[in-house]
């Protein structure tokens, strides 16, 4: 979520490059290089259709590499999340919780992750 939201803002300011023709300019090549690694993990098609000037999206497909997990998304699911050590109950602790979503983008990489941290 947070790659996605600061991904964001690049896109923007790519578009504000592009507008003004600094397609060139080391400032561009910054914002290139970063919404390059923000994507780097993105896996899947999508299929356009053009028709006088506009892009219409008619279907998307992605693999099965996603930080996504519904038993993790889920707060009904029994022991949901044992894969990263994640239970509801660490909701009460900020740091824990938003530890989650790196030990997940960590174990997505095939890095080691240290489950006992308690």
Same mark, same amino acid.
């Given at each position: 979520?947070? &790659? &996605?939201?600061?991904?964001?803002?690049?896109?923007?300011?790519?578009?504000?490059?592009?507008?003004?023709? #600094?397609?060139?300019?080391?400032? %561009?090549?910054? &914002?290139?290089?970063?919404?390059? #690694?923000?994507?780097?993990?993105?896996?899947?098609?999508?299929?356009?259709?053009? @028709?006088?000037?506009? &892009?219409?999206?008619?279907?998307?497909?992605? +693999?099965?590499?996603?930080?996504?997990?519904?038993?993790?998304?889920? %707060?009904?699911?029994?022991?949901?999340?044992?894969?990263?050590? @994640?239970?509801?109950?660490?909701?009460?602790? #900020?740091?824990?919780?938003?530890?989650?979503?790196?030990?997940? @983008?960590?174990?997505?990489?095939?890095?080691?992750?240290?489950?006992? +941290?308690?």
């Amino acid at each position: 979520r947070e &790659v &996605v939201r600061v991904r964001d803002m690049f896109s923007s300011e790519w578009a504000r490059l592009c507008y003004y023709g #600094f397609w060139f300019a080391p400032e %561009m090549e910054l &914002v290139k290089n970063a919404i390059n #690694f923000a994507s780097k993990d993105v896996r899947g098609s999508v299929d356009l259709k053009c @028709y006088k000037g506009n &892009v219409i999206v008619v279907g998307r497909s992605s +693999d099965s590499r996603s930080l996504y997990s519904a038993d993790l998304a889920s %707060m009904e699911i029994e022991s949901g999340g044992a894969t990263i050590d @994640y239970d509801p109950s660490h909701a009460q602790g #900020f740091i824990r919780i938003n530890s989650t979503r790196l030990k997940a @983008y960590n174990l997505l990489r095939g890095c080691p992750t240290q489950l006992n +941290d308690k």
